[in-house]
């Protein structure tokens, strides 16, 4: 209906979105401003036939204004017959995800000519595509065989089949993922009725019942309809490690739920496939623990907090609230840790760029202390915990007043409810009450609402009363759309103290990066009084998890008795340093922390988080010549 795919998709997301900023675009669609002012024109003559179009909200972004106009188009676009085709081939990566989806779904040899006219590719090409999805599905330990003249297909366990397809083929746009089921999701599952299928799961499993998020819901729905998709084509779960044993009320309405996807789907669920569905919803549910690992994980939560008080001089152990969403948190880990491979944190990326300090927290305690190490917490583990610890460090030093009354809808689980609300308590304390936090489920079955406005994660339909969009992404946005009140002088003089011109470097030349440390701690030597184990310290932290935060910045450290006084070494590198197998980093803030030092290192870590949020003030920080550039740069995080 539209010119070309882009147009397509650039509509759909101005339907899904209220507002849509140039920097979102750019960043979404991988062109130029120019390109994307081209196509909003394109976009605008075909909708000046249904007398809507895009306008320009100075200083704001994008909107399309009477949605309902166009609607036309959008039941066009959103009904039009499903190809094997379910990805846009535009790009390299949009073509490879095709090709492993064609593996995922065609029990047949592919050959090579098939391949190519498919992907619209040269035979050199699909052999690089193949080359690299076989380092991807090693991982899956899923193998790409080949007969001669005759093709290629995927093997291995199905358990696996379906573990990959769920985490390389579903996109989870926190934007939209929760609320709707996109058009690739309707492609891929385009024999199943997903919304019919999410609504089953309401009636059968109410959320008033079941402490199910928005988001775990909505995997629980894929992993059905993938299921569903796999089974119908005789691909069954052919054995799975030793099972729990489930609660008879968490397994009765999910026995009822099989039976009636069977039922509507004309096959049947083998005990193993019925098994690894209940451990999915068992692993998406948040429940109470089990007296079997009741004493265990109260130990591993004091273990975890007696570590950051030790290691920080962060004493959370009083907070209530942290001790039982840990608990809460741990009750689903422990139990199934042996039975599926641990979930992926689709939130780590942010969690590591804006709640840098919580992270940090985390990893150090988890590696120093004996007990914790030994349940081997992956990275993703790690990202989770550390939400909690944000929102613990949060509500330390929130004043508690009740003024406005907020309802905050949160689709991404308990310990990003609890962050929001701390959050929310922190910059807002004379403000607002919230006076409950639900689900997007919940919320749907709600008829009276009380409160003055809602502030919500996720697109809300309708509603009644103001809403205001909270995005962890652009957090500061959605509190300046509340009220922003939250002081914008951020002991400024605090920050300024942690650095020394004397620590400040140039480098110009490539070398690696256990040389810049040993340079840079060499330089700290000169004017301060460390350890001579310093930067052995530095090196084993390293070895941990890499540092680098962002593309450009990266922050060695290590926390020494020895040290007389915290400082932070800049070194502005004009030659990339590689940090990690793939990843280099130009700015490097190497911590000298001082034992107990928290509040100063709290200072530089909330100044961090915002300037990880800015591309633009980093690549600026990376061209800086002179110690009072970077401070002045510093200074005008705020801004």
């Known amino acids: 209906m539209l010119a070309y795919k882009r147009l397509e998709q650039l509509f759909l997301h101005f339907n899904t979105e209220n507002i849509c900023t140039m920097h979102d675009l750019t960043k979404l669609f991988s062109v130029?401003?120019?390109?994307?002012?081209?196509?909003?024109?394109?976009l605008n003559n075909e909708l000046f036939k249904y007398n809507t179009k895009i306008v320009t909200l100075r200083g704001v972004g994008y909107q399309l204004q009477d949605k309902e106009k166009a609607l036309p188009i959008l039941h066009e676009l959103t009904n039009k017959p499903l190809s094997t085709v379910v990805f846009s081939l535009e790009s390299t990566e949009d073509r490879v995800k095709q090709l492993l989806y064609l593996l995922l779904t065609t029990e047949d040899y592919l050959s090579i000519d098939e391949l190519c006219d498919t992907l619209f590719v040269g035979r050199t090409t699909l052999l690089g595509y193949l080359k690299q999805l076989k380092i991807l599905l090693h991982s899956y330990e899923l193998t790409i065989t080949s007969k001669t003249n005759i093709g290629y297909k995927l093997t291995g366990q199905e358990i696996n089949f379906r573990q990959c397809f769920a985490e390389q083929l579903i996109e989870r746009n926190f934007n939209s993922y929760i609320s709707q089921f996109s058009i690739l999701e309707q492609r891929i599952f385009k024999e199943i009725d997903l919304k019919e299928i999410f609504q089953k799961t309401i009636e059968l499993l109410p959320p008033h019942e079941y402490k199910i998020t928005d988001y775990n819901r909505k995997n629980f729905v894929i992993h059905i309809a993938i299921a569903v998709l796999r089974v119908k084509k005789n691909n069954n779960i052919e054995k799975l490690r030793q099972m729990t044993l489930f609660d008879s009320v968490i397994q009765q309405p999910v026995v009822h739920l099989i039976h009636w996807v069977e039922t509507n789907y004309h096959l049947t669920f083998t005990d193993n496939d019925k098994n690894w569905i209940f451990a999915h919803f068992f692993t998406e549910l948040q429940h109470q623990t089990s007296n079997q690992y009741q004493k265990e994980i109260e130990q591993l939560v004091q273990q975890l907090l007696e570590e950051i008080k030790q290691t920080f001089g962060e004493n959370l152990q009083t907070d209530e609230i942290l001790k039982n969403?840990?608990?809460?948190?741990?009750?689903?880990?422990?139990p199934l840790k042996d039975i599926l491979t641990i979930k992926k944190n689709p939130l780590l990326p942010t969690i590591k760029r804006n709640y840098s300090y919580a992270f940090e927290l985390t990893v150090m305690a988890v590696s120093k202390n004996e007990f914790l190490q030994s349940y081997h917490f992956t990275e993703d583990?790690?990202?989770?915990?550390a939400l909690h610890i944000a929102a613990a460090i949060e509500r330390s030093n929130e004043k508690k007043s009740r003024k406005k009354k907020a309802l905050i809808i949160c689709g991404q689980g308990l310990s990003s409810s609890r962050l929001l609300e701390a959050i929310i308590h922190k910059n807002f304390p004379e403000q607002v009450e919230i006076i409950d936090t639900i689900s997007f489920a919940t919320f749907q079955l709600q008829e009276n609402i009380t409160a003055d406005f809602i502030i919500s994660t996720i697109p809300l339909p309708k509603a009644n009363i103001p809403?205001?969009?909270?995005?962890?992404?652009?957090?500061?946005?959605?509190l300046q759309e509340i009220q922003r009140l939250l002081e914008q002088d951020k002991r400024l003089s605090e920050?300024?103290?942690?650095?020394?011109?004397?620590?400040?470097?140039?480098n110009t030349i490539k070398m690696e990066k256990e040389k810049l440390i040993s340079e840079l701690v060499s330089l700290i030597k000169e004017h301060y009084t460390i350890s001579n184990t310093f930067i052995e310290k530095v090196i084993a932290r390293e070895q941990i998890i890499p540092t680098n935060v962002t593309s450009l910045i990266a922050i060695p450290h290590a926390i020494d008795n020895h040290v007389d006084e915290t400082k932070i070494s800049v070194c502005i590198s004009k030659v990339p340093i590689m940090w990690d197998k793939e990843n280099s980093v130009k700015i490097i803030f190497l911590i000298i922390g001082k034992d107990n030092d928290k509040d100063r290192l709290q200072t530089f870590f909330d100044y961090l988080s915002k300037l990880v949020e800015s591309d633009r003030l980093q690549k600026k920080i990376s061209q800086v010549e002179r110690f009072s550039d970077l401070i002045n740069c510093l200074s005008n995080i705020n801004e």
């Open 32 to 42: 130029s401003e120019r390109t994307i002012r081209s196509d909003i024109k394109e």
């Open 325 to 334: 969403d840990l608990i809460l948190h741990f009750s689903t880990y422990l």
């Open 381 to 385: 583990d790690i990202g989770y915990i």
């Open 467 to 478: 809403v205001v969009r909270i995005d962890f992404m652009e957090i500061k946005k959605g």
């Open 495 to 506: 920050l300024s103290s942690l650095f020394d011109s004397a620590l400040f470097h140039i």
